[in-house]
Structures are given as structure tokens and as C-alpha cells.
């Protein structure tokens, strides 16, 4: 499962990894901690489990997820003022990677609250000014190119009015 995540992974290893991808640690914790607890609702016999990395699995009855602490990005996205997070969740098929999608979660006490799900996400590069700049890939998951340099792309969401909406002809903010 490990060599999967790790092939799957490797394409798009130099963007984003090696930057500080939280503004506040307690929030990424804090989600990492949430995101565990509802997967494990989502599986029957969840079991838990530590692997290389500090990744967490997250497995039950041929059904599981794998969740990478140091991917989580925090920031504010909405406009309460409480930093926020965005989380890869790498789901599982078996001991085979079946997909990756990139949830928004929004803090709203006593936890977080699943804003959004994004699919096409290859990393998030950062938020800032409530606007959330990602790397996407300009073909599907799983298909020849996937995380390939030309077949990316760099382009904003902003949370509003309880949804995610991604920007258009605004270019990103230099970095």
C-alpha cells in the first residue's frame, strides 16, 4: 500500500512540500484529529494505524483512507476570523490508491464543519485573504499526464456565501 501511495504521489513531489503549509499548528492538528475521527465513522471496523511519514490509515472492512499530517494547509477561507484548513484524504480500495480528493474544513466550535470537496486538486499551495490557491491537474485522476508539469494548472477558490467557487481570469498572487 505504501509503494502505491508513494508511485501515486511522486509525480507532483516538488510542489508545495517543502514550504511551512500552516499558518497555525494547533488548527492542523485539530483537523487531523477531526478528519481521523470521521473517517472512522465512514468505515465499518475502523482501525487505526501510524505507517511511514506520519501518515495515518484509517481502514475497515475492504474500505479505508490514508491521511498525511504535513499536507494540511491552514488559513482563514470564510469570514469568522477562525483559521481553517485544507486536507488531502487519499481513499483506499482494498491495498490499492482508489483517489484523492481535497476537503475544505471550516471551523465552526466545538469542530469542524466539511465545506467542500475538491477532486481536481494535484496540492495547495497556500490560503491568504480568504482565498484558497491550488495546482490542479488539467486531466483526470488516474489517467496518462496526471500531475505531468503541462498538465497543470494554478487557480483560486474563495469560500462564499456557504460555498466554494473557483475564480476566474484572476491570476495568482507571485509567490
Known amino acids: 500500500m ?12 516538488n510542489v508545495g512540500i517543502t514550504k511551512v503549509k500552516n499558518a497555525d499548528r494547533k488548527t492542523a492538528e485539530k483537523a487531523v484529529r477531526f478528519m481521523q475521527d470521521h473517517l472512522m465513522s465512514q468505515v465499518s471496523n475502523a482501525e487505526t494505524e501510524v505507517i511511514a511519514g506520519g501518515m495515518i490509515t484509517v481502514k475497515g472492512d475492504g474500505k479505508g ?3 498525511d499530517p504535513s499536507q494540511v ?5 470564510d469570514d469568522d476570523r477562525r483559521n481553517d484548513a485544507v486536507m488531502p484524504v487519499y481513499s483506499l480500495s482494498g491495498q490499492s490508491l482508489a483517489g484523492i480528493e481535497y476537503l475544505v474544513l471550516l471551523q465552526s466550535p466545538p469542530e469542524f464543519v466539511i465545506a467542500a ?3 481536481d486538486i494535484i496540492s495547495i499551495q497556500g490560503i491568504s485573504d480568504g482565498m ?5 491537474s488539467t486531466v483526470p485522476y488516474g489517467t496518462p499526464g496526471y500531475g505531468c508539469e503541462e498538465c497543470r494548472d494554478t487557480v ?3 469560500y462564499i456565501s456557504s460555498g466554494l467557487i473557483k475564480l476566474a481570469d484572476e491570476p495568482a498572487p507571485s509567490q
Do not use: E, K, N
Request: proline share 0%.
Open 2 to 13: 505504501i509503494v502505491v501511495f508513494m508511485a501515486v504521489s511522486s509525480c507532483s513531489s
Open 65 to 67: 483512507f490514508v491521511i
Open 73 to 77: 494547509t491552514t488559513g482563514q477561507i
Open 156 to 158: 483560486q477558490y474563495r
Open 132 to 136: 484558497i490557491t491550488a495546482v490542479v
Open 117 to 119: 470537496t475538491l477532486t
